[in-house]
């Protein structure tokens, strides 16, 4: 059954003919089932590019399944062809008919070499074979989402040609929970938490019955699934450039983020356009995460980076540092490590993460998800001799004159009033900088103590089970 992606089907369904789309996620997240979905019963021809290949052998590649794709003897297989202008006219004999037929180019940048002349090669193919047709459509789909951005969606040959740019994201936890109906309430926040919302990801856990167990075999088992992802998927989207696994490595290390002086100092790579397009690339794929503060203007030397892929911290904290004993074929790893202090505080971290993500269920709960607002982290350096430094991870400061501060815990045993004095600091801090009512909520996996409850100290408590 497919689940989720209700609002990209809808894009993709409701596309009129003739029409250009771009899709576009990280690798895993389901581009490629998601259009499969909303072209089951029409006519469509599927061409996927080859990873790390060359012009010639992706033209090569894509007349084999174009001839794969029609009955035998519908077209004269030319393998000698070396120029996409020819290549693509081999089509023309087959979208004759006044069927409607789809076009998707599947991992795109692959087979465009990550260069702009098969774009303008399509378009010149789209304008002059296609639109006069009017029952052509193409779908660009790739992985490489600044590739995408810049190449395709951004291009001066594609100008005014896309209909329709359709993002695929990760899961959010809802869709999770029908994605894994089995998984209980913590298994199912610990598969956000430390997989993220990547249907494989999650596909591949589910089959072995249990998250746990899952991630023992395919994490800390030499050769698992999970062991060599890491490599994997940075070269298959930034091939062998070292600067970017350094960026990843030295924001691990740091919770809070770093600017990007910061980075630039710590990986030693020159600040300035070098530095910004090696950010812009691991921010387009969903592997690191910009924040300025919220009342501050995008272009603030407060702006700070953070590492947000769930899969990625989790690889960084636990499986990396164990590699040795993995390939030494040690057992019950994971089952160790699961037991320590520092396994507890990391999950305590990784959730506060998956809430920012959820920003849009918690203020649903809360009830003004129809008040604009504006949402996100609200932090200061430390200054010297004067203030410490603060960090608040979840503020929404709304339109109808409050400010809703949210703290997040993920703990067994039960929240106790000792939470209110490490609230109340964050409070004063944004006390003196606004007069507008400040409301203090409370998300945890555990229950709050019958003292904290009375205190009505929270405007309210959420149980993370209102997330799914």
């Not at 499969?36 to 006519?43: F, I, P, T, V």
């Not at 789909?141 to 594609?158: N, P, Q, T, Y």
């Not at 023992?216 to 070269?235: H, S």
């Not at 300025?292 to 911290?313: C, E, G, H, M, Q």
Request: some cysteine; aromatic content about 10%.
């Amino acid at each position: 059954m497919f689940i989720g992606r209700e609002e990209e089907l809808a894009n993709l369904k409701s596309l009129h003919f003739p029409f250009i789309a771009a899709v576009y996620g990280r690798r895993r997240v389901g581009k490629t089932s998601t259009i499969r979905q909303a072209l089951l019963g029409k006519k469509a021809f599927f061409f996927e590019g080859l990873e790390n290949q060359s012009k010639g052998l992706q033209i090569k590649n894509f007349l084999i399944q174009l001839s794969q794709q029609l009955p035998l003897g519908t077209i004269d297989l030319n393998l000698e062809i070396k120029d996409w202008h020819t290549a693509l006219l081999q089509l023309l004999p087959v979208l004759n008919d006044k069927k409607k037929i789809t076009l998707v180019f599947d991992e795109f940048q692959w087979m465009a070499n990550y260069q702009s002349e098969l774009v303008s090669v399509l378009k010149m193919f789209y304008d002059h074979y296609l639109v006069p047709k009017k029952n052509i459509g193409i779908i660009l789909c790739g992985s490489i989402a600044s590739f995408m951005i810049k190449k395709v969606i951004k291009s001066s040959a594609l100008f005014g040609r896309i209909n329709q740019v359709v993002t695929i994201n990760p899961f959010v936890l809802a869709e999770t929970q029908k994605f894994l109906p089995t998984f209980g309430e913590k298994e199912l926040l610990e598969t956000q938490m430390l997989l993220g919302g990547i249907p494989l990801y999650q596909l591949l856990v589910k089959e072995h019955g249990a998250l746990y167990q899952g991630i023992e075999k395919l994490a800390f088992t030499k050769d698992g699934f999970f062991e060599l992802e890491f490599d994997r998927i940075f070269t298959s989207h930034f091939g062998k450039n070292p600067n970017y696994k350094k960026i990843i490595e030295v924001l691990h290390q740091s919770e809070c983020g770093l600017a990007q002086d910061e980075i630039s100092c710590s990986c030693e790579i020159s600040k300035g356009g070098m530095l910004s397009e090696l950010l812009f690339n691991l921010e387009s794929a969903a592997f690191i995460k910009s924040y300025v503060p919220i009342d501050k203007n995008i272009n603030s030397k407060l702006k700070k980076y953070r590492l947000t892929d769930a899969f990625i911290k989790f690889y960084l904290a636990f499986i990396l540092p164990n590699k040795k004993i993995i390939n030494a074929g040690n057992r019950d790893i994971f089952k160790k490590i699961a037991q320590k202090i520092s396994f507890q505080s990391y999950l305590g971290k990784a959730f506060e993460l998956m809430c920012m993500e959820q920003h849009l269920k918690i203020a649903s709960i809360l009830g003004f998800s129809g008040i604009e607002y504006l949402v996100g982290p609200y932090f200061r350096k430390e200054q010297k001799g004067k203030s410490a430094g603060v960090q608040i991870d979840l503020l929404f400061d709304r339109a109808d004159n409050v400010i809703t501060i949210c703290e997040m815990k993920y703990r067994c045993e039960k929240q106790g009033t000792a939470i209110i004095d490490e609230m109340e600091k964050k409070v004063e801090v944004i006390r003196q900088t606004t007069k507008k009512t400040i409301h203090k909520v409370l998300i945890t996996t555990s229950e709050p103590t019958k003292e904290l409850k009375k205190s009505s100290y929270f405007f309210k408590i959420i149980p993370a089970s209102e997330l799914i």
